[in-house]
């Protein structure tokens, strides 16, 4: 936090700073907003009254619109992030586990190849270019899909749109983790006994290949927050990301700091409850506990 | 380590030469082409794939084989030397974690952990918007490396801490070897190879990351083509097929990094020897 306060300090800069050809704002009315905004002390002053007010969750008024406070930007978007990366993560995750999965114990080599490319292929390819087909075809050319975040109509594709890396990545682990747990020999014993194969995939296979998906949940949560940059600009979706790239172009520090707080604060927070998972699902990390 | 075993796999190989053949191309196309990257001609402007400009031109008529090259070129410039600072930010740091005591060593890891939890390109945006009033490449190179250096401290610090039970480093502390001696004879020299690896596996990450913060208007500036300023134009004009140019570009280049860099981990693992 200090790191960013002090980056965006010390930029230089300043919101009175006038595009040349423009004149400048008075000193009075000048002095008069820097008393508003805290910004005449000196630094050290205003980091610890700033601390302590994010501390308290009061990240002050917005430096562009003094009408606006950071916390309402934040409790009305961060909601909106955090549904989109949800619904993203509800169809990326069952899609990719699938796909994951058919890869992984299918014994045909084309099918494998086909769903691992497709995996691949789902996690390198740059979101802006799913974001930005879709949101041209389906919701500005042909209308199909109304944009913004109102109806749930809205919702589906951008969630879709989001989700597609996710999935591709969550393919990528299941398989890799499938493949080894087929080795194990509780598979072969579960074989022997006459199970069907669907049936060892599915409850003996899928169980154990969840773990390495749920200790992954970095880098999934980072392609889900990355992503969000790119779908929400787009569809036009009042969320976070989508106000923190508004609020950096107009130096809008507090903001800035707000939502970048924000955005932290629930990756942690996420990352935390899949660790939990993590723990409750596998049993030797269980164990450890006791 | 073995050059011929990495050679035996098929994926590594044809990894390996995607890789040289792009760049190839990038390094080659513009030498090779008659048309001027930066010549605006309206006259020319936004044709499909001809025989004069193979993949076609863009809204200022401008040969989109030779942007496309010399952005590839300007990516991975910028990656490259994005990847020479974590490659010594991320071996000193994980190095250092795994060789200093093990409290210290303990606390380092911990603020990895928790370094690496932090989303990036938030983060990413904050040090660019706040350096842009003297943004150039450099700050670009330099931000780009604080916010990737994470993964390769991470490889590194593994590596060291596996070398640590490895026979012959449990050989040299039995007959008196001092440990500093060991760290500098025995485990530093053999955790470069994991530095490959690591390379392989950041410089898709940082070609992506370039791009990313170019098509959000924070990267490279145009008229300097990058793969990511061809994309921001692409998308800024709502031109699908200028948009899906610099994707596939970096999407190919992923694949064949991460091939070879599957080939290499395969390779300098010793349990697959």
Redesign the interface.
Same mark, same amino acid.
């Given at each position: 936090m200090l790191v960013?306060f002090a980056?965006?300090r010390?930029?230089?800069?300043s919101p009175f700073e006038p595009p040349p050809g423009f004149a400048r704002v008075p000193l009075p009315v000048q002095n008069e907003l820097r008393r508003f905004y805290n910004l005449d002390e000196p630094w050290p002053v205003e980091f610890l009254t700033y601390v302590r007010n994010v501390a308290t969750l009061d990240f002050g008024p917005s430096q562009v619109d003094r009408y606006t406070t950071v916390d309402q930007v934040v409790e009305q978007s961060l909601p909106v992030t955090i549904q989109l990366a949800l619904l993203a993560l509800l169809f990326a995750v069952p899609v990719g586990i699938l796909l994951g999965l058919v890869s992984a114990a299918t014994s045909r080599r084309a099918a494998d190849a086909a769903a691992s490319s497709f995996a691949?292929?789902l996690l !390198?390819?740059?979101v $802006?270019?799913f974001a930005?087909?879709a949101s041209?075809w389906l919701v500005q050319e042909w209308g199909l899909v109304p944009g913004g975040w109102d109806e749930w109509r809205a919702k589906v594709v951008p969630a879709l749109v989001l989700g597609l890396a996710p999935a591709g990545y969550t393919a990528r682990l299941v398989r890799a983790a499938a493949t080894e747990v087929l080795r194990e020999p509780y598979v072969g014993t579960a074989r022997a006994k006459g199970l069907r194969r669907p049936r060892i995939v599915f409850v003996h296979v899928l169980r154990n290949s969840l773990v390495p998906l749920l200790a992954a949940s970095?880098p999934l949560?980072?392609l889900l !927050?990355?992503g969000a $940059?790119?779908v929400e600009g787009p569809f036009g979706i009042p969320g976070a990301?989508a106000w923190?790239?508004t609020a950096?172009?107009t130096?809008d520090y507090p903001m800035?700091m707000g939502?970048?707080v924000a955005?932290?604060a629930l990756?942690?927070v996420a990352?935390l409850l899949a660790d939990v998972a993590a723990a409750a699902l596998d049993p030797r990390v269980r164990e450890r506990r006791t | 380590m073995t050059p011929r075993a990495f050679l035996h796999r098929p994926q590594a190989l044809v990894g390996a030469v995607l890789l040289v053949a792009l760049v190839a191309a990038c390094l080659l196309v513009p030498v090779l082409s008659p048309h001027d990257p930066y010549a605006v001609d309206f006259a020319q402007k936004l044709q499909g794939p001809t025989a004069d400009h193979p993949l076609g031109t863009d809204f200022f008529g401008r040969d989109l084989l030779v942007r496309m090259a010399l952005g590839g070129r300007a990516s991975l410039l910028v990656a490259a030397a994005a990847l020479a600072l974590i490659l010594v930010l991320g071996f000193v740091y994980g190095s250092v974690a795994a060789l200093a005591r093990p409290r210290l060593g303990a606390l380092l890891l911990r603020v990895l952990d928790a370094v690496?939890?932090?989303?990036?390109?938030?983060?990413l945006?904050?040090?660019l918007?706040?350096?842009?009033?003297q943004a150039n490449v450099l700050t670009l190179v330099f931000a780009l490396a604080v916010v990737n250096w994470m993964l390769t401290a991470r490889l590194v610090h593994g590596q060291i801490v596996s070398l640590q039970e490895r026979e012959f480093v449990v050989a040299a502390r039995a007959v008196g070897a001092r440990s500093s001696w060991i760290a500098v004879r025995h485990l530093l020299p053999n955790s470069l190879g994991i530095l490959l690896v690591a390379a392989f596996l950041e410089l898709?990450a940082l070609i992506?990351s370039e791009?990313?913060v170019s098509?959000?208007?924070l990267g490279l500036n145009p008229p300097q083509a990058s793969w990511g300023t061809i994309?921001q134009d692409?998308?800024g004009q709502?031109r699908?097929y200028e948009?899906?140019l610099p994707?596939?570009g970096?999407?190919l280049f992923?694949?064949a990094a991460?091939w070879v860099a599957d080939g290499l981990q395969d390779v300098l693992d010793p349990r697959s020897l």
């Open positions: 960013t980056l965006l010390g930029a230089g800069g691949t292929l !390198v390819l740059p $802006f270019l930005q087909i041209k970095v949560l980072a !927050v990355t $940059f790119f990301s923190f790239l950096a172009q130096r800035v939502l970048t955005l932290t990756v942690l990352s | 690496i939890a932090l989303p990036r390109l938030p983060i945006i904050v040090i918007v706040a350096v842009r009033l898709p992506l791009a990313l098509v959000l208007g994309a692409a998308i709502g699908t948009l899906v994707s596939v970096i999407a992923a694949i991460n």
